[in-house]
């Protein structure tokens, strides 16, 4: 049954709003889920008018519509209010809209606030929509909020006792785009669904487990926020250890938002406390310097554009964490994430312990991948015997991916989150604990980087990272599986 409900979107002249929201909504639109009884009000500091608005959300449609009258239909579900978040008025204003929309399309009072903003004007956002009678207690009111969920965990505490004051736990839904990702969701379908995985998902079977977040690009566009925040921040403090949470957790006892949510904090909570010395061996950080790929020339970090001068910003950060629980005790979990470096690629390596030799020659260890993007899917390393007379083990992968048409008809991120979202579905956004425990952890790594006690290595544009990440994992007599550099340098690629 299409849902009955009003979004309002702070932020509504946004890229983000434009790349990603409006056409989320429109797929949620085109598939039935949204349909006469929803209607969106936009709010930004420009003077838009409801025409303007209109046309930016069809013009961010792109070939998505099956025609010009689809694409307008949708469109006229939008209004517009400029609007200043510390100005009283324009929230008395944005209650009258309001009330005014949820009588005109039968939304049965419900609401979704979406803050597409900088985190600090989540709090003052939040203070309004309660002072101004704008949440008020009738139909279900959700808010929904993008990363970063704060700087540091002091700030995240503040953020998150300003929202408190307005929204309960259950009613806030901190957005993080990669568990909206298809094979982020099938990691639970592989785990619990297989059980010669969930058997040997443990300790007694696997060695390590490693997720890379490789980018090729540069900072682009970003270089203004990216040089107050880096790697670590960007990436490690939300999507990777959301991955790792959905690796490391236990079986929950049902495949629902509660039990599943329970086994994630579980995870998060159950992060070994590194000493600092720990911390400084375990954790590396990066810089690109110029480099050569593919025939192509590339700047260094420091030569980019709205780059702060001797900036001692990461853009990469590779670190070891530990879960001190009962299954995965000791196991090391890897990380890598940087720009400018080889491929662009997001995966998952689990790599089992290697069985007793009996053959008296050397093979792989068993591996199981997970591609998250840009392709989709699985494949399992294991061994087999070569053609031939003489017994000869060699490598062999099964390999599945997703097709082009399978993908393109999934479901992309934001349109799942939104859906979620839409049926008070938590399970894939983050809780308060999560996010909590893990800037306790980021923060001491951040706090030593920053005091210069851990060095800022360099890496050339187009590698795989600083040979100081290398060295973390050599020191646990392993290396890291995927090696997409190796390729470039045998073809004359890459120096």
Do not use: C
């Amino acid at each position: 049954m299409p849902a009955k409900v009003l979004f309002t979107f702070f932020g509504a002249s946004g890229d983000l709003a434009k790349r990603k929201l409006y056409p989320a909504l429109f797929r949620l639109y085109k598939s039935g889920h949204l349909a006469e009884n929803f209607a969106v009000i936009g709010t930004a500091r420009r003077p838009w008018t409801k025409e303007y608005f209109e046309e930016v959300v069809i013009d961010s449609l792109g070939d998505l519509p099956d025609n010009p009258r689809q694409a307008a239909e949708f469109a006229s579900h939008f209004y517009y209010q400029s609007h200043d978040v510390n100005d009283t008025e324009h929230y008395q204003a944005l209650k009258k809209l309001q009330d005014e929309l949820a009588a005109k399309y039968y939304t049965e009072n419900n609401k979704i606030f979406f803050l597409s903003m900088a985190p600090k004007f989540f709090g003052i956002i939040a203070k309004h929509l309660k002072s101004e009678q704008i949440i008020d207690g009738q139909g279900f009111e959700r808010l929904i909020i993008e990363k970063p969920f704060g700087t540091d965990l002091a700030t995240a505490e503040q953020l998150n006792q300003d929202l408190a004051e307005a929204f309960d736990e259950d009613q806030i839904y901190r957005i993080d785009h990669y568990l909206g990702k298809e094979m982020v969701q099938n990691i639970f379908a592989v785990r619990f669904a297989n059980p010669i995985f969930e058997q040997m998902w443990s300790n007694q079977y696997i060695d390590n487990v490693q997720i890379t977040f490789a980018e090729s690009i540069g900072v682009e566009e970003r270089a203004g926020y990216y040089d107050t925040s880096g790697a670590l921040k960007d990436m490690v403090q939300n999507h990777a250890l959301q991955l790792l949470s959905i690796l490391a957790m236990d079986k929950p006892e049902d495949f629902n938002e509660h039990a599943i949510r329970k086994e994630k904090i579980k995870v998060f909570e159950s992060l070994r406390h590194q000493s600092d010395d720990e911390l400084k061996q375990n954790f590396v950080r990066g810089q690109y310097s110029a480099g050569r790929i593919n025939r192509k020339d590339y700047v260094g970090y420091l030569d980019e554009p709205n780059v702060a001068e001797n900036s001692q910003t990461e853009t990469f950060a590779a670190g070891t964490f530990f879960v001190d629980t009962e299954r995965f005790k000791d196991v090391p979990f890897f990380f890598r994430t940087g720009k400018r470096m080889t491929e662009k690629g997001t995966r998952v390596n689990i790599i089992f312990k290697p069985t007793k030799n009996i053959f008296g020659q050397d093979f792989d260890q068993n591996v199981l991948t997970i591609y998250i993007q840009p392709t989709e899917g699985f494949s399992l390393h294991i061994n087999g015997k070569q053609v031939g007379t003489d017994f000869t083990v060699t490598p062999v992968d099964l390999k599945f991916r997703h097709s082009a048409q399978a993908s393109a008809n999934s479901p992309e991120a934001y349109e799942k989150l939104m859906f979620d979202a839409l049926n008070g579905d938590s399970t894939n956004f983050s809780h308060w604990r999560e996010v909590s425990a893990s800037w306790s952890l980021i923060d001491r790594i951040v706090q030593l980087w920053q005091n210069g006690e851990v060095p800022l290595h360099t890496y050339p544009a187009g590698s795989m990272g600083p040979q100081a990440s290398f060295d973390m994992l050599a020191k646990f007599d392993t290396q890291w599986h995927w090696h997409p550099d190796e390729w470039y340098r045998e073809h004359g690629l890459l120096d």
